[in-house]
């Protein structure tokens, strides 16, 4: 298959994936409170019985499952309802991984209720040694750019598409994209901020579902679900061309104005 085929494959797939979760979740609405979330929690009990158990090949994603059937990833990420419990549900997953050995799992870091949440494209060697998203030399970048707009990096909430290094620091391949998709996806929902920052064209462009160029995105409030969601350039990318610095920077004052908005709203 050509490269472009390849990634025209993986956006039809990626926007099927999206409506998917649309209509699993609704518009990305989370039970919040411990008691509604208990009546929608699921638990693999053990059935100590001799007599044969039935297991239903139908069962759907919201029946609590009773009998020994190992759980589908989807359930194990449908039942999750703090990030403690994704972040488990992701250190048992092997999906996540890429073809590099024995990488740390790299979750997220911040505030677990941020309204602002921040997403790159995939940890590097540092983030991999850390276990921690952005804390290399573009983290060190992402840090003064939030600095700049009046933000701490302990107030937002920071992740990645990938949540484990790709060798040689290679760009995530889309089928890398599309399994750890459906895991950042109950990541947003659960910190359900009130908008996004995608850094460079990968993030933007697997969360969007779209292959567009990353110029043809900033300077825009796309709606995501029920919320909104702003491009800009990766600091990495900045740290190579420092032409893209000024955009970057009208593009996270209009962040900082719409989130202001927000927040008062
Ligand atoms: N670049 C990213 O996209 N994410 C990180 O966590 C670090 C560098
Ligand atoms: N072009 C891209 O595709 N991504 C960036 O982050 C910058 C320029």
């Given at each position: 298959?050509?490269?472009q085929?390849?990634d025209?494959?993986?956006?039809?797939?990626?926007a099927?994936?999206?409506n998917?979760?649309?209509?699993m979740?609704?518009?990305?609405?989370?039970?919040?409170?411990?008691?509604?979330?208990?009546?929608?929690?699921?638990?693999?009990?053990?059935?100590?019985?001799d007599?044969?158990?039935?297991v239903?090949?139908?069962s759907s994603?919201y029946?609590v499952?009773e009998?020994?059937k190992?759980?589908t990833e989807?359930e194990?990420?449908?039942?999750?309802?703090?990030?403690?419990?994704l972040?488990?549900v992701?250190?048992?997953?092997?999906?996540l991984?890429?073809?590099?050995?024995?990488?740390?799992?790299?979750?997220?870091?911040g505030?677990?209720?941020?309204?602002?949440?921040i997403i790159?494209?995939?940890p590097?060697?540092?983030?991999?040694?850390q276990?921690?998203?952005?804390?290399?030399?573009?983290g060190q970048?992402?840090?003064?750019i939030?600095?700049?707009?009046?933000?701490?990096r302990?107030?937002?909430?920071?992740?990645?598409?990938?949540?484990?290094?790709p060798?040689?620091?290679?760009d995530?391949?889309?089928?890398?994209?599309e399994?750890?998709?459906?895991?950042?996806?109950?990541?947003i929902?659960i910190?359900?901020?009130?908008?996004?920052?995608?850094v460079g064209r990968i993030?933007a462009?697997?969360?969007l579902?779209?292959?567009?160029?990353?110029?043809?995105?900033?300077?825009r409030?796309?709606?995501?679900?029920?919320r909104?969601?702003m491009v800009?350039?990766?600091?990495?990318a900045l740290?190579?061309?420092?032409q893209?610095?000024?955009?970057?920077?009208?593009?996270?004052?209009?962040l900082?104005k719409?989130y202001?908005?927000?927040?008062?709203?």
């Amino acid at each position: 298959m050509s490269e472009q085929q390849n990634d025209q494959d993986f956006f039809e797939r990626i926007a099927n994936l999206l409506n998917q979760q649309r209509e699993m979740y609704g518009d990305f609405e989370v039970p919040r409170s411990s008691s509604e979330a208990a009546g929608t929690e699921k638990v693999v009990e053990q059935v100590h019985t001799d007599e044969p158990t039935e297991v239903s090949e139908e069962s759907s994603d919201y029946e609590v499952t009773e009998s020994v059937k190992e759980l589908t990833e989807s359930e194990k990420i449908a039942a999750c309802s703090t990030l403690e419990e994704l972040k488990s549900v992701c250190e048992q997953s092997e999906v996540l991984k890429t073809d590099l050995p024995n990488t740390n799992l790299v979750f997220g870091v911040g505030d677990p209720a941020a309204d602002l949440m921040i997403i790159g494209e995939a940890p590097g060697e540092n983030e991999d040694k850390q276990g921690e998203p952005f804390v290399g030399a573009a983290g060190q970048l992402l840090d003064k750019i939030l600095s700049a707009i009046n933000f701490k990096r302990s107030e937002v909430y920071i992740a990645n598409i990938l949540k484990h290094r790709p060798p040689g620091n290679r760009d995530p391949k889309p089928e890398e994209r599309e399994r750890s998709l459906p895991y950042l996806l109950k990541q947003i929902d659960i910190v359900d901020p009130k908008i996004i920052l995608c850094v460079g064209r990968i993030s933007a462009t697997t969360l969007l579902g779209e292959d567009r160029s990353l110029k043809s995105m900033r300077q825009r409030i796309h709606k995501f679900h029920d919320r909104e969601l702003m491009v800009t350039y990766h600091p990495a990318a900045l740290l190579r061309n420092s032409q893209w610095k000024r955009p970057t920077w009208e593009d996270v004052q209009l962040l900082r104005k719409r989130y202001d908005q927000l927040s008062n709203s």
